[in-house]
């Protein structure tokens, strides 16, 4: 039985390579294609359905519905069965549609005549294209061998559309790759770049889905395959002395590298009539879509790494590699479905900014992008598939939108925005040198963040009165085994040297929650950014914080030197971690190394905890910095890399600036210096309603001082904290909508 369906599969696609042969439109190959298919399968009907936008699939050919509902019949997806397979990607088999869960009558089809129904989804890579439906009026539940031949017809139909084999007019049948496309994303780095793609793993695109002789076809997969297991055991044998983590990755490779079932699978596939390329990029579809099923955060990781064997094993057999021999543009935007940090430092300030399918706002792509003031937006669904070098894009990292190859009016529009950035950076370098001084004589004090040296120039060019933040963690992210103090050493001290005696706060080694080491392991909490993280990791593993804490003496080698704890929840965590800063400078001293001349050790303010310590802790702290992100979330109770809670919330809110007069309060009792580090501090409407609550130091991104120093010399302090003010007693949720009415006024 299953020889029998295996040649008839054969057969029809071989009928179906046949039919695409020719110069017919693509509306004409469909309706080829329903034909050969219903014929084929013994059946009245056979439909192709494809989306013509994400929320609705089209009718597009059909061989038995009334052929008048071509491009008629439209359905939301969810909507009848046909929307079912399309929303759950699953396979539905019924010899009885009309009563079947979620049936929908379409009486334009004519289709009330026919009981069975079987519909599989149309996808790559799992990515939804449509559906494929055979009908017939005898009541029966299709085979088993049935429903996997009409899964191989479908994958190739898959590939003939992405290949365009099927452009005709209306939006179902509109050309791939070609259209303008809007992605709304999540915003994770400022500002806004135009320029042309640059993919940071070029598509592989299988040309051959129908096989020529399927006998070659699986002694080409059975080469490449071989091929690919020696190469996961050379780099096997190259990392055994190595990274525990890398090695566990690389022993799965070698797992699914030698699955017999994997290896069963593509055989079959073969045998039915695919190339050996589309019978790996068939199971690599189902993978993932599987993978978007998956809770389980284990399994999930299992199948991402099958699908980067998969890819491995595609470029082995179609020879596309990641050198494709184009050059990267001038302008470019890079496109990757994610991406490490180490990786995207190598392409360095070369972006105009960063596009990924997925990420979070605090990943270490994110850290770095912001490092680099490149503009990145993350969550940006299908940008990879949809997508093509050299296409022109256009990324809003402000408002978390991107404009794949844009049409005029965007364009225009686009470009505007801009040059209105370009003019007020342009009136910004006329106050670069002066200091924030607002209209009531006060002085605010503007600071800003770092964490690589390229970003020292900044500290000249932006008008920064010194840096609030250097953020040591990035050093650690980008490599694969921990550096060695004089490696810190050196960097310290180059920080030091380039910021020609400006003031440097140094946080310790902020990871944990999202930013894991790659030579750290993971640990297993359900909610990791209220777990084991920033000062908790270093004061269970001295080790590494005493390193650090003697690199950055070292560095300082006599001069100043300002450190800062992150996430301090409890005075006896300041504590322990300046017991800690103690014994180093004790031992410093006796091995003869220059002390710094005056130090400084303060702690963030990134918990509500932490605002009522004991008396003592303000007494015995150095300084404060208000951690901005992380103590908004908490305050709230709302993740911030949680889109449907995050925008909820205002950092305007009464309640959230009454905290932060409360802080100030107790600041200004013990006379502890109190800064605010965080994207707030950077933007102007946000610092102006700081600083009015008493916060004279904000620290923040470079290119975010002009913008901010520009509001600050034109409003009076007084006034805002009194329309502040105003707002509580009034009992307002937000005091921003009149603080705009006021600098309106301005």
């Known amino acids: 039985m299953v020889e029998s369906t295996e040649s008839e599969s054969r057969r029809l696609l071989g009928r179906l390579r046949e039919a695409m042969a020719g110069d017919d439109p693509g509306q004409a190959r469909l309706d080829k294609i329903t034909h050969l298919i219903a014929d084929s399968m013994g059946t009245e009907v056979c439909s192709v359905y494809l989306f013509r936008d994400d929320e609705t699939l089209e009718l597009c050919a059909t061989e038995g519905l009334?052929?008048?509902?071509?491009?008629?019949?439209?359905?939301?997806?969810?909507?009848?069965?046909?929307?079912r397979v399309a929303r759950y990607g699953k396979v539905v088999n019924t010899p009885d549609a009309p009563n079947a869960k979620g049936f929908r009558y379409m009486p334009e089809t004519g289709e009330e005549r026919y009981s069975s129904f079987l519909g599989i989804p149309?996808?790559?890579?799992?990515?939804?294209?449509?559906?494929?439906?055979?009908?017939?009026?005898?009541?029966?539940?299709?085979?088993?061998?049935?429903?996997?031949?009409?899964?191989?017809?479908?994958?190739?139909?898959?590939e003939m559309a992405e290949l365009g084999a099927f452009v005709g007019e209306g939006a179902a049948l509109s050309p791939m790759h070609q259209q303008p496309v809007l992605v709304s994303a999540t915003a994770a780095q400022e500002g806004a770049a135009e320029g042309h793609v640059w993919l940071h793993e070029p598509r592989v695109v299988v040309t051959n889905p129908i096989a020529d002789d399927p006998h070659r076809e699986l002694e080409r997969l059975n080469e490449a395959v071989e091929e690919l297991r020696v190469g996961v055991d050379k780099m096997l044998k190259i990392s055994e002395n190595g990274d525990k983590d890398q090695l566990q990755v690389l022993e799965t490779y070698r797992m699914f590298a030698n699955s017999k079932g994997w290896m069963r699978r593509m055989e079959e596939d073969i045998s039915r009539g695919l190339s050996a390329e589309a019978a790996v990029e068939k199971e690599q579809s189902q993978a993932r879509a599987r993978m978007s099923q998956v809770q389980d955060a284990y399994l999930r990781e299992r199948l991402s790494d099958l699908d980067d064997l998969s890819n491995r094993l595609l470029r082995?057999?179609?020879?596309?590699?990641?050198?494709?021999?184009?050059?990267?543009?001038?302008?470019?935007?890079?496109?990757?479905?994610?991406?490490?940090?180490?990786?995207?430092?190598?392409?360095?300030?070369?972006?105009?900014?960063?596009?990924?399918?997925?990420?979070?706002?605090?990943?270490?792509?994110?850290?770095?992008?912001?490092?680099?003031?490149?503009?990145?937006?993350?969550?940006?669904?299908?940008?990879?598939?949809?997508?093509?070098?050299?296409?022109?894009?256009?990324?809003?990292?402000?408002?978390?939108?991107?404009?794949?190859?844009?049409?005029?009016?965007?364009?225009?529009?686009?470009?505007?925005?801009?040059?209105?950035?370009?003019?007020?950076?342009?009136?910004?370098?006329?106050?670069?040198?002066?200091?924030?001084?607002?209209?009531?004589?006060?002085?605010?004090?503007?600071?800003?963040n770092a964490g690589l040296m390229a970003d020292l120039p900044s500290l000249e060019g932006s008008g920064a009165e010194g840096v609030g933040l250097f953020r040591t963690e990035l050093q650690f992210l980008v490599r694969d085994q921990m550096p060695k103090r004089s490696e810190l050493v050196t960097l310290y001290q180059r920080v030091l040297d380039a910021s020609h005696g400006k003031r440097v706060v140094f946080r310790t080694l902020d990871i944990g929650s999202d930013k894991v080491l790659p030579y750290m392991k993971p640990t297993d909490e359900p909610n990791p950014a209220l777990g084991w993280r920033a000062i908790r990791v270093g004061l269970d593993k001295p080790g590494v914080m005493r390193m650090q804490l003697q690199a950055l003496m070292r560095a300082a080698n006599g001069r100043p030197l300002s450190i800062m704890f992150p996430f301090v929840a409890q005075f006896e965590e300041y504590r322990a971690a300046r017991q800690e800063i103690d014994k180093t400078l004790e031992r410093e001293r006796i091995l003869g190394h220059a002390l710094p001349e005056r130090l400084e050790v303060g702690a963030m303010l990134e918990t509500p905890s932490l605002a009522f310590a004991p008396h003592k802790f303000f007494e015995e702290v150095d300084f404060l910095s208000i951690g901005g992100n992380d103590l908004k979330q908490f305050f709230f109770a709302a993740d911030r890399e949680n889109e449907r809670v995050r925008k909820r919330y205002d950092t305007l809110n009464v309640s959230f600036l009454t905290f932060i007069e409360q802080i100030v309060e107790?600041?200004?009792?013990?006379?502890?210096?109190?800064?605010?580090?965080?994207?707030?501090?950077?933007?102007?409407?946000?610092?102006?309603?700081?600083?009015?609550?008493?916060?004279?130091?904000?620290?923040?991104?470079?290119?975010?001082?002009?913008?901010?120093?520009?509001?600050?010399?034109?409003?009076?302090?007084?006034d805002v904290r009194k329309i502040i003010s105003d707002s509580r007693h009034r009992g307002d949720q937000s005091v921003r909508p009149a603080v705009m009415r006021y600098l309106r006024e301005l």
């Open 316 to 448: 082995i057999l179609t020879g596309q590699g990641a050198e494709t021999g184009a050059d990267l543009p001038v302008d470019p935007i890079l496109i990757a479905r994610n991406i490490g940090p180490a990786e995207l430092l190598e392409y360095g300030r070369s972006l105009r900014g960063i596009v990924l399918e997925e990420g979070s706002v605090g990943s270490h792509a994110a850290i770095v992008a912001r490092a680099l003031a490149i503009p990145l937006v993350v969550n940006a669904k299908r940008i990879t598939t949809e997508a093509l070098n050299g296409d022109h894009i256009m990324v809003d990292g402000d408002q978390g939108v991107v404009h794949l190859r844009p049409d005029e009016t965007v364009v225009s529009a686009f470009r505007d925005k801009i040059a209105m950035q370009a003019d007020a950076q342009e009136r910004y370098a006329s106050i670069r040198e002066k200091s924030a001084i607002t209209q009531d004589e006060q002085h605010v004090t503007l600071l800003m």
């Open 666 to 718: 107790r600041c200004d009792r013990f006379e502890t210096p109190l800064s605010f580090c965080g994207e707030d501090a950077g933007r102007p409407i946000e610092a102006v309603c700081l600083a009015a609550m008493g916060i004279r130091t904000l620290s923040m991104r470079p290119a975010s001082i002009g913008p901010v120093k520009s509001l600050l010399m034109r409003v009076n302090l007084s």
């Open 66 to 83: 009334n052929v008048e509902s071509v491009h008629q019949t439209r359905m939301r997806i969810g909507e009848g069965l046909v929307g």
């Open 122 to 158: 149309i996808q790559r890579l799992g990515e939804m294209m449509g559906v494929l439906v055979v009908q017939s009026k005898e009541a029966r539940e299709f085979s088993s061998d049935a429903v996997y031949a009409l899964e191989v017809v479908a994958m190739v139909i898959a």
